[in-house]
């Protein structure tokens, strides 16, 4: 006789229970107080739309696996055979990133002494410093194939790959202009993999040792790049935004797919391009501030909402909503976008650009020049309406001082949902008591 099979429980997110390993939403917030007990101070906080040098904190990825690996259960997961296949492995994967190690050294010696050579053929010598330097990066490319910088036994080996990534920029710096352009050239060739792996294990490096970075600085030390470089890269992609905020302000409505499209031309080489994605992996978790921001698995609806109530600003004014009111509600969307803090950096700026482009629809224009005055940008975007520029105001305040999250209807009449926020908040708070103890003290 068959036996009636039981629904399994499951947990205030929809994940079995009968599995050993909790669900990403469970497993940060039990994660929450040592992590937030711990912050860093040497990250980034958004604030007044610019990222600045201050205080950010991240619930690590590290806190969350991915849902797929929690809802295995434990018994399934690997085999005898499958592990001794990888440790058999692993003998000559050390050797062949040795050899490379020795193949980049015996290059750079190389590149160096081409960049210290005055050479009457200045086209020439750009071509053969570009030759050189190609296969070191190939050679570095590989040796980061051969390795995980997160795990003890390949830190030496990333140690010595970043010393000699290091070495590099060091050449990069002591080439003139027009050979510093040879270099530039040659990381664009390479730009996909220096973003998608060397920038993100940069950054998983540095969460190993329980520090923080933004995707902005680590992008910044991987291509070492001066601010004065990085300050170029950001007015050139301004140029590019102004167009597109116009183009999109012809639209009849938008879609998130365009909010997307801003940060990425706003961040073209300045973030890896997956950053200009929102988030939606469990671990992608983000607290900004004395704000929470939601988890991925509410950043999509909620962006729906805020783009929904977007263009339904848009049937308003056509239908004779005052310019005030526009301003006004304008400045809310800006604001419940950046409660919700979609993107995992540069949300700031990110709203900022959809305000201006609510803004362009009713006359603004967008300027071509990067304006990093926050306020005076404010100002003439918002007709120097008080009450919006008030409205803006009060959630840079609330950002910085108000403990709190994007409470939407949505998700407060979900009893499971706010109740972790609530106790998120609650743990930040105590955690902002024991910090203000020890500053005290």
């Known amino acids: 006789m068959a036996v009636e099979q039981q629904p399994s429980e499951q947990c205030p997110h929809g994940y079995p229970v009968h599995i050993s390993t909790e669900c990403p939403e469970c497993q940060a917030l039990k994660s929450a107080p040592s992590e937030l007990e711990d912050l860093s101070t040497e990250v980034v906080e958004e604030r007044n739309g610019e990222e600045s040098i201050g205080m950010r904190e991240t619930i690590p990825a590290s806190t969350a696996q991915t849902a797929e690996s929690r809802r295995v259960p434990t018994e399934v997961v690997g085999s005898a055979a499958a592990a001794l296949k990888k440790e058999l492995g692993i003998e000559a994967r050390e050797k062949a990133a040795f050899e490379s190690v020795q193949n980049i050294e015996s290059r750079l010696d190389a590149l160096d002494s081409l960049i210290a050579t005055e050479a009457k053929d200045r086209k020439e010598q750009v071509e053969n410093i570009k030759n050189e330097l190609r296969p070191i990066m190939e050679e570095i490319h590989n040796l980061y194939k051969m390795i995980d910088p997160t795990e003890a036994r390949h830190e030496e ?15 990069k710096k002591k080439a003139d202009e027009l050979s510093s352009q040879a270099f530039s050239e040659i990381f664009y060739e390479f730009s996909d993999f220096i973003d998608n792996a060397l920038v993100h294990n940069y950054i998983a490096y540095k969460k190993s040792q329980q520090l923080e970075v933004s995707a902005e600085h680590a992008s910044q030390e991987i291509y070492g790049r001066t601010k004065e470089e990085v300050e170029k890269i950001k007015a050139k992609n301004r140029v590019d935004v102004a167009k597109k905020i116009d183009e999109l302000a012809k639209k009849p409505y938008i879609d998130l797919a365009d909010i997307e499209e801003l940060h990425a031309l706003n961040n073209r080489s300045v973030v890896p391009e997956d950053f200009s994605q929102m988030r939606s992996k469990p671990g992608d978790n983000i607290v900004f501030g004395q704000r929470v ?25 056509a239908l004779g909503m005052s310019k005030a009111q526009y301003e006004v509600q304008a400045a809310k969307l800006h604001n ?10 540069r949300n700031g700026s990110t709203s900022l650009m959809v305000l201006e482009l609510m803004m ?23 007709n120097n309406n008080v009450v919006a520029i008030g409205a803006v105001g009060y959630e840079q305040y609330c950002i910085k001082y108000k403990p709190g999250y994007f409470a939407s209807e949505r ?30 003290k």
């Open 360 to 382: 362009t629809r009713e006359g603004y224009k967008p300027p071509a020049e990067r304006d990093k005055d926050y306020y005076r940008s404010l100002r003439k975007m918002l």
């Open 411 to 440: 998700i407060i009449s979900d009893k499971d949902r706010k109740n972790f926020y609530e106790t998120v908040i609650d743990k930040i708070k105590k955690a902002r008591k024991k910090e203000e103890k020890k500053k005290k």
């Open 293 to 317: 921001g939601l988890l991925p698995r509410d950043v999509g609806p909620e962006m729906q909402g805020v783009v929904d109530r977007m263009n339904e600003l848009f049937d308003k004014k």
């Open 336 to 345: 419940d976008m950046l409660d919700i803090h979609p993107f995992k950096d």
């Open 157 to 171: 080996t990333y140690d010595v790959l970043k010393s000699h990534m290091d070495a590099v920029l060091t050449l």
